[in-house]
Nanobody
Framework: QVQLVESGGGLVQPGGSLRLSCLAS????????MGWYRQAPGKQRELVAT???????NYADSVKGRFTISRDNAQKTVYLQMSSLKPEDTAVYYC????????????????WGQGTQVTVSS
């Protein structure tokens, strides 16, 4: 199973920005679609953004226009640039390999990494 290590979280004021990184151990990373998820306290994990191997992206309505997902296949890394952050963006953020089923995306690996905490607060 590929290992995914998230980093880049922290405490930021509302309106601020952060860039999250997810480093994959898999040598065929460039063939995989990747997704960023988040889980806030007491809530279910939700999909935030996806990027295909070809670079096509998709976003949850709650982050559209504020977050940008990108990837660097040479570095086996997927990024999530977050801007105009709001308190409701506070969550632990995770990445996973994803696959499409119909119009939805689903995580491939049931074992998640440690995630990275993002806290938006003044």
């Amino acid at each position: 199973q590929v290992q995914l290590v998230e980093s880049g979280g922290g405490l930021v004021q509302p309106g601020g920005s952060l860039r999250l990184s997810c480093l994959a151990s898999e040598s065929i990373f460039d063939l995989r679609a990747m997704g960023w998820y988040r889980q806030a306290p007491g809530k279910q994990r939700e999909l935030v953004a996806t990027i295909t191997s070809g670079g096509s992206t998709n976003y949850a309505d709650s982050v559209k226009g504020r977050f940008t997902i990108s990837r660097d296949n040479a570095q086996k890394t997927v990024y999530l640039q977050m801007s105009s952050l709001k308190p409701e963006d506070t969550a632990v953020y995770y990445c996973n390999v994803v696959q499409p089923l119909g119009s939805n995306w689903y995580p491939i690996f049931t074992s998640w990494g440690q995630g990275t905490q993002v806290t938006v607060s003044s």
